[in-house]
């Protein structure tokens, strides 16, 4: 079994994170297809792997607009960084939901700025999609907390 020599295929086949690859003889940074440094044709390779993104501070912002101060807001924007379990990365999520003209806007970007969705569709067609969150019964509608006081 060849332990050595295989090191970072891993790394390399994800193509959501990008790690920082030097020649841990020279320096010089290869690319992730390179055997061997071009520089001086070392195969020692030292792979750095960051959790930098999910150090970074991170936002989000909520807005939810309603009418009256009653009922269920008629306009939804989520904006901020939001973590993706399935990657285990931070990517910056991009949502309006939008009662009044039916409408559902979502914008996923990786950490730099790679659209990894995008979803614009009218809202009531987006119900069919079963994709954006798993519910018991299929009342898409009532997600929406109530935590605002709503006094005006
Ligand atoms: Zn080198």
Not at 68 to 88: A, H, M, V, Y
Not at 143 to 149: C, H, I, N, P, R
Request: charged share 35%; glycine share 10%; aromatic share 4%.
């Amino acid at each position: 079994m060849t332990v050595n020599g295989g090191q970072g295929d891993a790394a390399d086949r994800n193509h959501n994170v990008s790690p920082v690859i030097r020649c841990a003889d020279c320096g010089a940074t290869l690319k992730a297809e390179d055997d061997a440094c071009p520089e001086c044709g070392s195969r020692n390779r030292r792979i750095k792997a960051t959790l930098k993104a999910a150090l970074e501070s991170r936002e989000f912002i909520r807005m939810k607009a309603k009418e009256g101060g009653r009922g269920k807001p008629f306009l939804e924007i989520r904006s901020g960084d939001s973590l993706f379990r399935k990657t285990g990365v931070w990517n910056r999520i991009h949502r309006i939901i939008d009662r009044k003209n039916d409408r559902y806007y979502e914008r996923i970007e990786d950490q730099s700025g790679n659209v990894i969705r995008l979803c614009d569709e009218p809202l009531s067609q987006h119900r069919g999609h079963g994709s954006a969150k798993k519910k018991q019964n299929s009342r898409p509608d009532t997600e929406v907390g109530s935590e605002d006081t709503g006094s005006h």
